[in-house]
């Protein structure tokens, strides 16, 4: 199965808000609600910063949430910070015991 | 405190074989499903393979299948990837994740990663 599809690069100014996508198909974004957004800053592990579409783990801010709609799901992150300069990757159950990362999105922090 | 801890990443000839682990602590390893992730050199992120709790279900990427297996030891809290016939494209950091009590889930820990480059 191909990657889901984010856009390569998105910028904001401190304080701003940012929203991007993550596109799939009805085999995976389409028909599951198994969506996870993950943060990755430079030479890091990824970190699960969303989980079931629009949950969060303990600790993570509530400046990060998501939402699905159809075969897109997006992430939006209030009140842009510094530290949210990383790259962000949605990941989907894509049946079968399988599953499907997106390509990344970078985010500038300007 | 959950812990992951990878490591047996090397260099190693293309058609090699290679077996990493990942030794884990701070959660009953046996309850959840565990998966190794990889990232090729400024690539995104690959899910590679899945094992159920007790070892009974694995799953695999079309990409490494009938050439890596996953398996796990629970009696000593151990994921392990043995990794055959390696490819260039095979070459990447490897991160072991922990997922759910069941594989529909997401990945909330991960180890720090352990790299794997194959090249002659």
């Known amino acids: 199965q191909s990657a889901l599809t984010q856009p390569a690069s998105v910028s904001g100014s401190p304080g701003q808000s940012i929203t991007f996508s993550c596109t799939g198909n009805n085999n995976d974004l389409g028909t599951y609600n198994l969506v996870s957004w993950y943060q990755q800053h430079p030479g890091n592990a990824p970190k ?49 015991n399988t599953f499907i990362f997106g390509t990344g999105t970078r985010v500038s922090v300007l | 405190e959950v812990q992951l801890l990878e490591s047996g990443g090397d260099l190693i000839q293309p058609g090699g074989s290679l077996r990493l682990s990942c030794e884990v602590s701070g959660f ?37 299948k009938g050439r890596f297996v996953i398996s796990r030891g629970n009696s000593d809290n151990t994921l392990y990837l043995q990794m055959n016939n390696l490819r260039a494209e095979d070459t990447a950091i490897y991160y072991c994740a922990r997922g759910g009590t069941v594989v529909r889930s997401w990945f909330d820990s991960w180890g720090q990663g352990t790299r794997v480059t194959v090249s002659s």
């Open chain 1, 48 to 96: 699960l910063i969303i989980y079931g579409v629009n949950k969060r783990p303990s600790g993570i801010s509530d400046r990060f949430s998501g939402s699905k709609s159809g075969t897109t799901a997006s992430l939006t992150i209030s009140g842009l910070q510094v530290e949210d300069e990383a790259d962000y990757y949605c990941c989907s159950y894509g049946g079968s």
């Open chain 2, 28 to 64: 009953t390893f046996s309850n959840y499903v565990m998966t190794w992730v990889r990232q090729a050199p400024g690539k995104g992120l690959e899910w590679v393979s899945s094992v159920l709790g007790d070892g009974s279900g694995t799953y695999y990427a079309d990409s490494v």
